[in-house]
């Protein structure tokens, strides 16, 4: 069994911890994904959902369930709006975002997928010049 990795939402109320081996961590670019992070794509991580356990706050976890088929489903803490773990009601995976995990998960992006409805200024972004801290600082 992998060694236990730390994570939580933006507030640190929602705190929880994952055990790998992880099975895929994929950046999704649909506009489902885009929609629900405000981002350009999604960052998840996917493996069995047995493999958590909430350390804080599962309490604040709200999850919103669409009403309309074929609509993905998230997890967030109810206090600051980050997206949290959550079981993924077509498959049965856990799914982790893997900006709210602490440590790296010793797995690597292996795709994008969905590439086709990436975000039409994306490739503008991975261009743009890079700035180690906010602009003006």
Same mark, same amino acid.
């Given at each position: 069994m992998d060694k236990p990795i730390t994570g939580a !939402?933006?507030?640190g109320r929602v705190q929880f911890e994952v055990t790998g081996p992880f099975d895929e961590f994929h950046f999704c670019h649909c506009s489902? !994904? *885009? *929609?629900?992070?405000?981002?350009a794509h999604a960052a998840n991580i996917f493996t069995?959902?047995? *493999? $958590?356990?909430w350390l804080a706050g599962e309490e604040l976890i709200k999850r919103y369930t669409p009403d309309k088929p074929g609509v993905i489903s998230k997890c967030f803490c109810t206090h600051c709006g980050s997206l949290v773990p959550y079981?993924?009601?077509n498959s049965?995976?856990?799914? $982790?975002? +893997?900006?709210s995990l602490n440590e790296s998960p010793g797995i690597d992006p292996e795709d994008n997928i969905y590439w086709r409805d990436r975000a039409e200024w994306y490739d503008a972004?991975? +261009?743009a010049k890079h700035i180690e801290q906010e602009p003006g600082n």
């Amino acid at each position: 069994m992998d060694k236990p990795i730390t994570g939580a !939402c933006l507030c640190g109320r929602v705190q929880f911890e994952v055990t790998g081996p992880f099975d895929e961590f994929h950046f999704c670019h649909c506009s489902q !994904c *885009r *929609r629900s992070t405000g981002s350009a794509h999604a960052a998840n991580i996917f493996t069995s959902a047995d *493999r $958590i356990q909430w350390l804080a706050g599962e309490e604040l976890i709200k999850r919103y369930t669409p009403d309309k088929p074929g609509v993905i489903s998230k997890c967030f803490c109810t206090h600051c709006g980050s997206l949290v773990p959550y079981t993924s009601l077509n498959s049965g995976k856990l799914v $982790i975002p +893997a900006g709210s995990l602490n440590e790296s998960p010793g797995i690597d992006p292996e795709d994008n997928i969905y590439w086709r409805d990436r975000a039409e200024w994306y490739d503008a972004g991975l +261009a743009a010049k890079h700035i180690e801290q906010e602009p003006g600082n």
